[in-house]
């Protein structure tokens, strides 16, 4: 087991075994995102309320709680680089940056899209949205920071410290906004389905929430492995690898 | 060159140093013991600049270790820092403090050296009549001669300095190198990079040419 | 070493940051003719109507306050940089992180204290009640430091970047939103005549939270920057 994490920790053998999980991934992340779309869209029932509308939730949850884990995956994957100097967590770091920014992203957009017929307006400064909003800021500055610095290495250092910093942030970030929300907006916000959502719409939305992650191990893993060939592109196993092919 | 019999002293193992994916040295291993004094050479770009940064800790090296008396410069840290003192390209020379105000920042942020005070150091790098001048007001010479007394206002056993000489007229590079040839009498230890040939007279001296 | 020298070097490089700045001392009036700037130009933009002005002075004053903060930020390290006081600071005999605080200290008293010269000049433009500016300039005291503190993080990871301003601005603004949260909301709650303690203890609290991680994440953003 040690030796497994021994070999996973050179760029050679990651890129190895990266490469044959791949496809595995890519055919469980299919198949669980069909069969969750399914059980959303088809088989779970309207609800009451909001009517149909509300199943843009199975994108916009998951991807809500996507942006948040990947942003602490980050600064852990940056921390771990940091301290052991280990260059392969550095590139799961770096290469998990945008995937986030792309998850958080979709979180708003399906927010907004939601809350056109919920309160009749694209943009509400609700409190989770405005959150997400910040997120994607917090996002947006660890991309633009890794840029900006030339050497890559140091790049990759001073982003993971950024991360850092932003995760100690997120929490309180988090609790000023609900904070600031709950004084200006008063409680018209309501809030549907969490106490007594219906098993249909749980297990797809469960469904879903695996799917994703998957789907980020999924491309944070193809993204890595072309981070490891771009950086080790003088080394003698990256040379052999592109004249074999 | 007479091999340093304890652990004493600065030793290189394997250090490698790389920029831009580019090998700018690997394998690079010596040791620098008590009145050695360690001579870089080589062409622009060759790592010189680099391999003085990783030597200050101030870098990492890519591959291999760096030890002072037998523990690693990086576990050390600040006690490392308390040991060595550093001149480079930018000469850390602060144009709106007076030279007496620069020497007295150096000596406070290292360990205070008892054998010369602020205006001793001054006396030795021939600016004693400048303590109350801003350095702004120096010349490039006296600049670099005011940077290089502050080697002498800390405790530092190693110097590493690099290009010492830039800038300095004839008397004052022979000001300087009889810095160094005190230094290195004493105990001390020296590494330097230079366009200027050193002259170290009957010195211990350990070359190393990055570009070969 | 030992605590005293500690000490010794801490106060050192207090008193020489605070020098350096008196002896440019035309700059020290910069930010704040930006903050005084920036904050006039909102009745111009929004009309003077006193009510309308007092409801939002609280959020014009601080977010003005904000963005002098961020342009101040620039001097906390980039002359060190460009001379190579840096380099030197870096490998001194004292903890970094150490003198980065005092470092921060300094530039918070240059940059950030003379907002509060100005601030209640401000308030009586924008109508605000003596209660409002008492409660501001109590928000600004707790509140400015902390922005020079998680500041200097940015400055620390953009220091070598040829063109660091913009990017520090991105990097630094999302973590300045809970001072501005909390800040702007206790001067309008004071102003509505309510009790701001627990705004204020949640300042202090950012405050001291941010002085006691944010010079670690400064230093060891300091050495990766200057690698």
Redesign the interface.
Known sequence: MLRFFHQLGSPKHFYRIAGSWIPWLAAACAVLMLYGLYQGMVVAPTDYQQGDSYRIMFIHVPSAWMSLFIYVVMAAAGAIGLIWHMKLAEVIAISSAPIGASFTFLALITGSIWGKPMWGTWWVWDARLTSELILLFLYLGVMALYGAIDDKRTAARATAILAIVGVVNIPIIHYSVEWWNTLHQGPTVTKFGAPSIDIRMLIPLLVMAVAFKLFYVLVVLMRARLEVLERERNARWVRELVEAS | MAAVATDTGLNARHLACMRNDRNLFEQLSFRLGCGQALILEGRNGSGKTSLLRILCGMRQPDDGRLHWDGEDIFRLGPEYHAQIAYVGHRDGVKQDLSAGENLRLARGLGAPNPAFSIEAALDRVELWEHEDVLARNLSAGQQRRLALARLLVTRAKLWILDEPFTSLDSHGIDIVESLFANHLAGGGMLAVTSHHPVSLNDADIIRINLST | ?STA?LN??FA??LW?DL??AF??RTELLNPLLFFVLVTTLFPLGIGADPALLRAVAPGIIWVAALLAAMLSLDSVFRSDF????L?????????LSV?VLAKVIAHWLITGLPLLIVAPLLGLLLHMSGASIAALLLTLLLGTPVLSLIGA?GVA??V??R??GV?LS??V???Y??VL??AA?AVATSGAGLPITAHLSLLAA?LVLSVS?SPL?TA??L?????
């Open positions: 070493m020298s010794r070097a050192l490089l020489r020098l350096l002896r440019r460009e001379d190579g006081s380099e030197q600071f870096l490998i001194s005999a004292q903890p003198l993080i990871l953009t070598g970047l063109r660091g990017i991105l990097l603004l999302p973590l939103i809970p949260i909390f909301d950012l991680l994440a060891a953003a050495k990766i920057s200057l690698s």
